[in-house]
């Protein structure tokens, strides 16, 4: 390891014995497994170092630490191998897939980055994958690890969008020894910020979009938007895809092309591939002077520019046309976008992870173009971030022409929810007080009797968005996190839905 650090320019000063034999890595003190080189570098509110008595309790072989690492381990009565690296943190990814033997050069990998759309567009890309072939497919993102082996789909939770770099590269080397052959990954600003793919080179990076997200961790939009391109760069990705609707990521496209790298763009309305009609269960996309058209039963425009963007990396991979189209009509709902979880007869109730301005108004407009009744949509905001995008959540389902909104609690964390809600709804009171919308609005903290609400208030050609959450199992507040699932809690409801007798 020293060696490898050495070789590849880093500055190393070995402490103690450093030849003992490793089983892993780790950057999480609380993850650390016997045997393993836990590195303690510097974190975002305090240093790794301080944890050094719970890695060692948990078995650890060795520690990689930088400067101030080593200092503090130098005070501490530690037993164990330190091996100080001038800049340790950005040598966190390279190690993790040295010591892994780089698992991610045995795979064929697509990374997404994005404010939405990564998750739906890694589940089309698996759930392709696994049509076109007998061996396994996997994703990594925000439902976990999910392979997908025939019919099969087995899931581990990481707590990530995209894990750590030790984990991430623990990750791919499991797979690898799976014989799985293709690999798609959402890839968070978070993650590319903060050097968690560092070490990894995927064969394929797509840009979905970007929209007001993540401004509590980002300076603004334009460095959000600068954190998504690392992906793009080439100790980052071998090719890319660019969606090209919005003006971010023409940008994107525009730079990569002066910097004489390759680029294939797709949209709705522009692109190499330009999705040109969809509905009735199809997609139909224009490549080329070609135009396609597959079986295809996702809602919305949205995901139908997500299943263009996944024809157009199919076709990028060298799969035949005639298979990709095959193999489209295996894409199913993804777990907690748009999903539906009511039945015939009762209100249409979507379960969807919308989280931001864009993302709601892009969910519930898809909505309201299928709703003959009334449109009713419960939705709050998190707790512990991005405090400026609240108003605009609320007034992004006004946008999108709702007849009711419910406000209630999402994951207020450590925040009292009542100024959260009351966030979210301010710029609609005003408009309210004004006359300026009709629109009826409820606010209701307690989030189960929200959705209880909503679906008592729906009528049978109405329909319920219950939108934040989606596919999340728990609920976090205070330093508690509860078990809670959006779909299990509107399911119930269902089940006891009678058609109200209504006179709004």
């Not at 050097?195 to 990894?200: A, K, T, W």
Request: hydrophobic share 45%; with cysteine.
């Amino acid at each position: 390891m020293a060696d490898f650090l050495r070789a590849s320019g880093a500055s190393v000063n070995i402490q103690g014995d450093a030849t003992a034999v490793l089983t892993g890595v780790a950057l999480d003190s609380r993850l650390v497994m016997p045997g393993d080189l836990w590195i303690a570098v510097q974190g975002l509110t305090h240093h790794g170092a301080q944890h050094w008595q719970q890695a060692v309790e948990r078995g650890c072989a060795g520690v990689v630490a930088d400067e101030i690492g080593a200092e503090l381990l130098s005070h501490m009565n530690v037993d164990i191998p330190v091996i100080a690296v001038v800049g340790a943190t950005t040598w966190v990814g390279p190690l993790s897939a040295w010591f892994y033997d780089r698992p991610g050069e045995s795979l064929y990998t697509v990374g997404v980055t994005g404010t939405n759309g990564k998750t739906s567009m890694t589940h089309f890309l698996v759930a392709t994958w696994s049509a076109l072939s007998a061996a396994p497919a996997a994703c990594i993102g925000t439902l976990g690890v999910r392979v997908y082996s025939g019919a099969a789909v087995e899931n581990t939770a990481t707590g990530f969008t995209t894990p750590e770099a030790p984990v991430l590269h623990a990750c791919l080397e499991t797979l690898r020894q799976r014989k799985v052959a293709n690999v798609a990954l959402e890839i968070s600003s978070h993650a590319l910020t903060l050097g968690r793919v560092d070490g990894f080179c995927v064969d394929l990076a797509i840009f979905t979009n970007l929209s007001h997200d993540h401004l509590d961790f980002h300076a603004d939009m334009q460095d959000y938007f600068e954190a998504k391109t690392i992906l793009f760069t080439q100790s980052h990705s071998r090719q890319a895809l660019v969606c090209v609707d919005e003006p971010w990521g023409q940008r994107l496209a525009q730079s990569l092309r002066e910097q004489g790298r390759s680029v294939v763009t797709y949209g709705a309305t522009q692109g190499d591939y330009r999705m040109t009609g969809f509905g009735a269960g199809t997609c139909t996309v224009e490549h080329g002077g070609m135009s396609t058209t597959f079986a295809f039963n996702s809602p919305g425009e949205f995901n139908a520019v997500n299943a263009t963007g996944t024809f157009a990396a199919l076709i990028l991979q060298g799969v035949p046309r005639e298979s990709v189209i095959a193999a489209m009509s295996a894409v199913s709902q993804v777990p907690g976008r748009m999903e539906v979880v009511s039945t015939v007869g009762q209100p249409l109730t979507v379960i969807d992870y919308a989280h931001s301005p864009d993302s709601v108004e892009r969910v519930l407009e898809a909505l309201r173009t299928q709703t003959q009744g009334t449109l009713i949509a419960v939705l709050g905001a998190g707790g512990d971030r991005d405090v400026l995008k609240r108003p605009h959540m609320g007034m992004a389902a006004l946008k999108a022409g709702v007849d009711v909104i419910v406000i209630t609690d999402d994951n207020p964390r450590s925040e009292a929810p009542a100024v959260i809600r009351a966030a979210v709804r301010a710029d609609i009171d005003t408009l309210i007080a004004a006359g300026v919308t009709p629109v009826e609005v409820h606010e209701i903290g307690d989030r189960s009797e929200a959705v209880a609400f909503a679906i008592a208030l729906a009528a049978p050609d109405d329909t319920v968005a219950v939108l934040g959450k989606g596919a999340e199992t728990g609920q976090h507040i205070g330093d508690v996190v509860l078990p809670f699932d959006d779909r299990d809690v509107a399911r119930a409801c269902l089940t006891t839905w009678i058609e109200p007798g209504r006179a709004r």
